[in-house]
């Protein structure tokens, strides 16, 4: 198969998970539905924290950011599918192929970093009481967002531009119902050692590092609960950061999914339906903080 120069393809073909035109109006509601559910439910979170004083902490303001961060996860890759299925088109533009990637990249590592500052508010609040206020004040919350979202960008830029460097052969179908750029790279004819590289470094340093530090941070708050001699005294404290808990696990069990399902299939129906689990678990994870 001889490559083309990347600048010849214009556009790819999104397979998705089902080629039965009898299942693509079941397809298409149920995304629909789940996308709907997930923009308005977080925009409605957004609303509620920043309309109510007493939602002025730490906690949701974290929790605001992450919905609005969910909002444009979903934004990402559902609106494209669903007008796909609507039109009877799989085709995607080679522009917006990248740019899909590269918000879906920055999206999803910027929950994980988000979760992990959320475990780390958890840890002060519930080992460090007395000094939550002093600690988790609003200067360092700002920062901890801001910085969150300059390392994600960056992070997203460099495996986007370096995905532009590649040469594409004629085969240019992606197994998937969005851009997945472990498939692009796939896809690619030339040299695709070093963004191999960069994806599974970015991957274990993105992934592994964050969940380290949160399986640190509840390490230290179990140890904390432990200690607290009232039956009730426990209980609220394992309240105060249950929630943040389920999301967590909900969100590294399904992207654990997505991963090995993809390494065992090679893209194909199955791992495209992994990927269907992860964002139907990731976009309605969020709202059992409330």
């Known amino acids: 198969m001889e490559p083309r120069n990347d600048t010849e393809i214009s556009e790819f073909l999104l397979l998705g998970f089902s080629e039965e035109p009898e299942l693509q109006p079941l397809i298409f509601g149920l995304f629909l539905s789940m996308y709907l559910i997930t923009v308005f439910g977080n925009l409605l979170i ?40 609507k039109t009877q088109s799989k085709v995607i533009t080679y522009e917006g192929c990248i740019t899909q990637i590269y918000f879906f990249i920055l999206s ?90 960069v994806m599974y470094f970015a991957s274990v340093l993105w992934g592994g590092g964050p969940l380290a530090g949160i399986i640190y941070s509840y390490s230290k708050i179990v140890s904390s609960i432990h200690r607290i001699s009232s039956s009730q005294g426990k209980y609220k404290a394992f309240t105060t950061c249950a929630s943040h808990l389920l999301v967590v696990s909900l969100f590294f069990c ?31 994870a969020e709202p059992l903080h409330l």
Do not use: E
């Open 46 to 85: 957004i609303l509620l924290v920043s309309s109510d004083s007493h939602l002025h902490t730490p906690m949701y303001f974290f929790l605001s950011n992450l919905s609005f961060v969910d909002i444009c996860f979903t934004s990402t890759t559902i609106p494209k599918m669903l007008w796909n299925i």
């Open 108 to 197: 999803a590592v910027l929950d994980i970093f988000l979760l992990t500052v959320m475990a780390y508010d958890r840890f002060v609040a519930i080992c460090h009481p007395l000094y939550y206020t002093v600690i988790m004040n609003p200067r360092l919350c700002v920062l901890l967002v801001v910085v969150s979202w300059i390392v994600c960008i960056l992070n997203s830029l460099l495996q986007s531009l370096m995905l532009l460097k590649l040469s594409f052969c004629t085969d240019v179908k992606v197994p998937h119902f969005f851009c997945d750029l472990s498939q692009m790279i796939q896809l690619a004819c030339s040299d695709t050692f070093l963004n191999n590289m």
């Open 254 to 284: 399904t992207s654990l999914g997505v991963y090995l399902s993809s390494a065992a299939t090679h893209g194909s129906q199955s791992g495209a339906a992994a990927s269907v689990m992860y964002t139907a678990g990731h976009t309605h």
